[in-house]
């Protein structure tokens, strides 16, 4: 199988947070049976000049795959367009609805062109998400819908994400579910519990989705002695603002330390120094941090926005309704009141359960199933 791939943000890049892991992933797990023509900006997210070390407006080979660094502005377009144009392949695949460069116009040159096309909204259409910048969106939504939906085949990660699709574009939209491919490192060792500061963490961009300001709400009401770390890009400046303006003004019990941004293979093993991974996020459609905080035993306490649910009947966590604050608090209280044996008994229990889920086969049989079915589809 022939598949051109295009993302906005992809390898050397990861600032783009889990669609650059769910792609390569992806990508590296499957490559002996799909072959991938990665189509992909020439810099990361938010940077204002191209990276270095990569062959812009050409294709770079890899071990799994081919790479094109697409330009800024029309010449960039260009680059798209002869690509899906001219290159012979079964599937277009967009890893994104709402991108102009690399799904919006693509979209429509291979709906011109009558290519088989999945789309993979990577949990833009959750109501988190699509409550962000709404207006601009329901517009796109409405003119989206004026074409067919023929040949399109939407990727959801989970039933959850499904239901999302659904509620946008009806029951009749073809859906696909194919889990993303995790992460397959795990923590070395677990760090005990200091018997008298809460090790809290914080990893993802900063960015109005990813809720950082509800969880400092949260942690200014916590009476217990909390050493709050926050990882991630600096993704929306206005945003941080209002995280800092919170911060200021947090108790003296409290303290919150942003440490920046956190090179992605260094993500489990730094987890695995806290107690608990916090990020009541709006919405995800997988989550790659969560999946990696798991893998590095730490037990998560997460809003029920993502496909990460049950979590206290499988003794790994808490997913909690947003509505209900009070029950973050009672959670944190929980973790910081177990004794030193009890916490380090909970997270081996979550590295076990993540080394049982992470076996990866199924998820990569389904996602060579979704390109198959595509195919055929046509």
């Known amino acids: 199988m022939k598949v051109i791939l295009l993302t906005g943000c992809y390898l050397p890049g990861y600032k783009g947070g889990g669609p650059i892991k769910t792609i390569s992933n992806l990508v590296a797990s499957t490559s002996t049976i799909v072959e991938y023509k990665v189509v992909t900006s020439d810099r990361d997210l ?66 011109f062109l009558g290519k088989s096309i999945i789309l993979a909204p990577r949990g833009e259409f959750s109501k988190g998400a699509l409550s962000l910048k709404a207006l601009k969106k329901k517009v796109y939504i409405l003119f989206f819908k004026l074409f067919s939906l023929k040949n399109i085949t939407f990727q959801a990660s989970s039933i959850f994400e499904e239901n999302d699709i659904k509620k946008v574009f009806g029951e009749k939209a073809k859906i696909f579910i194919a889990e993303n491919i995790g992460s397959q490192n795990y923590a070395k060792k677990l760090a005990p519990k200091d018997k008298f500061v809460l090790k809290i963490a914080f990893l993802s961009r900063i960015s109005p989705i990813k809720n950082l300001t509800y969880a400092l709400k949260v942690l200014s ?6 050493q709050f770390d926050i990882y991630g890009p600096l993704e929306d400046k206005t945003y941080w603002q209002e995280c800092q303006d919170i911060i200021e003004n947090m108790p003296e019990n409290i303290k919150v330390n942003y440490k920046g941004q956190l090179n992605p293979n260094m993500v489990v093993d730094t987890l695995s120094e806290y107690d608990l991974f916090f990020m009541p996020t709006q919405g995800e459609n997988y989550g790659h941090v969560i999946a990696e905080a798991l893998c590095a035993g730490l037990p998560l306490l997460i809003a029920d926005t993502t496909p990460w649910r049950d979590l206290q009947e499988k003794g790994i966590g808490w997913d909690i309704s947003l509505n209900e604050s009070e029950e973050f608090i009672n959670a944190i209280n929980s973790v910081s009141d177990m004794t030193v044996e009890e916490h380090y ?16 086969d199924e998820n990569i049989k389904q996602n060579i199933a979704m390109f198959r079915y595509a195919i055929e589809d046509k």
């Open 345 to 360: 008994i909970l997270r081996e229990k979550v590295l076990c359960w993540a080394k049982h889920k992470f076996s990866q």
């Open 46 to 111: 938010g940077d204002i000049t191209p990276y270095k070390n990569v062959t812009i407006g050409d294709w770079n080979e890899t071990s799994n795959s081919s790479i094109f660094y697409a330009e800024n502005g029309i010449k960039g377009i260009k680059q798209i367009f002869k690509i899906i144009a001219k290159i012979d392949c079964n599937i277009i695949y967009l890893n994104s609805f709402f991108s102009l460069r690399f799904s919006i116009i693509p979209l429509l040159i291979a709906r």
């Open 221 to 226: 009401k916590i009476k217990k002695s909390i």
